[in-house]
């Protein structure tokens, strides 16, 4: 199960990643949102950790033979008050390489608390992503710009991927989300539609290629299957 902030994040795991899944063991492989998600009428965030880590202890306890993973988005956990996540305050202050790294390990850990360390080990992989789900769209732009029918944008998109080390580094503040980037060349945008197509057009390889933290997520997964 893969716990999500979104649907555009559930429709990636029903579309692209459960497929590839299936080649490495898995028999079943779903996505599930985060609490009430699906009907959240604003925006601005997922909800609190502690409502979060109730949804995956619950899955986990009601499938004991399940492996539980997340797919959020780092800058839009919660770093504060009751609903903090956990290591998402700390982090604030290291190196980017070490953001994502540091919620993944605080979360394991606490879970670690409510389960167990050997259960949480083997049966929780957490990943954060940098930024939203569009960063990893960027790792291959022209195939980007034909997965939305917008082929014309192809150069100004590669313009945004050169000016950032990688796909998982772009964004510099919230009105330069890689969403926000992206509708501001495409006004229109639907990021539950548009994104999930063009994620099938760019395909897992280049995602993989182009980000580093993404594919250690999809190898740790990988090896989970097949242990």
């Known amino acids: 199960m893969v716990h999500v902030e979104g649907q555009t994040e559930e429709s990636f795991v029903n579309e692209l990643l459960a497929p590839h899944l299936y080649e490495h063991g898995y028999s079943r492989v779903s996505a599930r949102l985060f609490g009430n998600a699906r009907n959240r009428d604003r925006r601005g965030g ?3 950790w502690d409502s979060a880590r109730d949804d995956i202890t619950r899955h986990l306890a009601a499938d004991s033979g399940c492996i539980a ?20 305050n700390a982090a604030s202050t290291l190196p980017f390489e070490m953001k994502a790294t540091t919620v993944e390990a605080a979360l394991l850990a606490d879970l670690a608390i409510r389960l167990g360390a050997q259960q949480a080990t083997q ?28 082929q014309r944008i192809s ?25 926000k980037r992206v509708a501001a060349l495409v006004p229109g945008y639907r990021k539950p539609l548009h994104g999930v197509i063009a994620a099938l057009e760019v395909g897992l390889g280049s995602m993989r290629s182009q980000c580093v933290h993404f594919n250690d997520w ?10």
Not at 69 to 88: C, F, I, K, N
Request: glycine residues 8%; proline residues 7%; negative net charge.
């Open 69 to 88: 993973t997340t797919m959020v988005d780092y800058y839009a956990l919660p770093q504060s008050g009751s609903r903090e996540w956990p290591g998402r």
């Open 155 to 179: 150069a100004s998109l590669q313009s945004v991927r050169d000016a950032f080390h990688s796909p998982e580094h772009i964004n510099d503040s919230p009105r330069t989300a890689p969403s």
């Open 46 to 48: 997922i909800r609190g």
């Open 218 to 227: 999809i190898t740790r997964l990988e090896h989970a299957g097949s242990a």
């Open 123 to 150: 049966r929780l992989i957490p990943y954060v992503m940098m930024h939203e789900f569009e960063g990893l769209l960027f790792s291959d732009c022209d195939a980007f710009a034909k997965g939305i029918g917008q």
